[in-house]
């Protein structure tokens, strides 16, 4: 087997939320564990021997992540896979760690496979783009891609998610090539990652208090802004009843189908930055 390895940058980032350490059951079915400013999500109900992990937290989670698990599964409990949003350094920060434990598969888009398989290093996060602290500092944080070697496996092109059978993935590129949301039709259930988010990820003060307001993707790792807006159009026109993000907290209802339509009709005046490497780009 090949020996799977983290990026040469991979480091512990000092970022804290007040949320840090919860655990949400947002459906009997759908739980969210905060760890530090980063969401992780375990689909399945807690009395089944069926579950799935999405994503995987933040550079030395995995014990936490794994007493989460059996607290919430029972003790010895792993789950089928660990389906991936994406592979940023606070996505898959433990990952090897998990997959070493568990000895699960791992499933991702075929677009972010050479981030995760050690091939090429995600685009400079942009300091320089608009936005706060968390930006202004993004400079530090980890770009260099894991190397899951064969642990990890492409979504099936289909649709379907591997031990989800009532999830279909959707594509939502723009903060990432190959960055997926997680949908179920049955109850408009969507798991989005960072496509949009709960909190103002770029900003330090409401990071830390977890502000909940819907904003576009964290604008220091997001490089293709046409496509970040693109992303947002399609889910708000799938019109889910429940999401959970990558950071901040969840929403339900009206609240989430309208914050998420008014995201996308001014998306280019509210989640756009004025200013950046990307955005000069794209000019």
């Given at each position: 087997?090949?020996?799977?390895?983290?990026?040469?940058?991979?480091?512990?980032?000092?970022?804290?939320?007040?949320?840090?350490?919860?655990?949400?059951?947002?459906?009997?079915?759908?739980?969210?564990?905060?760890?530090?400013?980063?969401?992780?999500?375990?689909?399945?109900?807690?009395?089944?021997?069926?579950?799935?992990?999405?994503?995987?937290?933040?550079?030395?989670?995995?014990?936490?992540?794994?007493?989460?698990?059996?607290?919430?599964?029972?003790?010895?409990?792993?789950?089928?896979?660990?389906?991936?949003?994406?592979?940023?350094?606070?996505?898959?920060?433990?990952?090897?760690?998990?997959?070493?434990?568990?000895?699960?598969?791992?499933?991702?888009?075929?677009?972010?496979?050479p981030y995760l398989t050690g091939r090429t290093p995600y685009p400079d996060p942009d300091p320089t783009v608009e936005g706060g602290m968390m930006a202004k500092m993004s400079s530090i944080y980890p770009k260099e891609p894991v190397d899951l070697a064969e642990n990890v496996h492409p979504l099936p092109a289909d649709g379907t998610v591997p031990y989800l059978p009532e999830f279909e993935w959707i594509h939502t590129p723009g903060h990432s090539d190959g960055h997926v949301s997680f949908y179920r039709a049955s109850d408009g259930t969507l798991i989005v990652g960072d496509a949009f988010v709960t909190v103002q990820q770029d900003s330090l003060y409401k990071t830390m208090v977890q502000k909940k307001e819907i904003h576009g993707p964290p604008v220091y790792f997001t490089n293709d802004w046409e496509a970040a807006k693109a992303s947002v159009e399609k889910l708000a026109s799938i019109e889910p009843e429940t999401a959970v993000f990558g950071h901040g907290k969840a929403l339900k209802g009206e609240e989430l189908r309208e914050g998420l339509n008014t995201l996308a009709e001014n998306f280019d005046e509210v989640a756009k930055p004025s200013h950046g490497r990307y955005i000069d780009d794209e000019k």
């Open positions: 087997m090949s020996r799977m390895q983290y990026g040469s940058d991979y480091k512990n980032i000092p970022t804290y939320s007040t949320e840090s350490g919860n655990v949400t059951e947002v459906l009997p079915d759908l739980c969210t564990y905060t760890n530090k400013i980063v969401n992780l999500h375990m689909v399945g109900h807690p009395d089944a021997q069926d579950f799935v992990l999405v994503d995987a937290g933040l550079t030395n989670s995995a014990e936490a992540i794994i007493k989460v698990v059996e607290d919430r599964f029972g003790e010895g409990a792993r789950p089928g896979a660990i389906v991936l949003t994406h592979g940023h350094f606070d996505h898959v920060g433990s990952i090897i760690e998990l997959i070493e434990h568990w000895d699960v598969p791992v499933y991702a888009h075929k677009l972010e496979l």
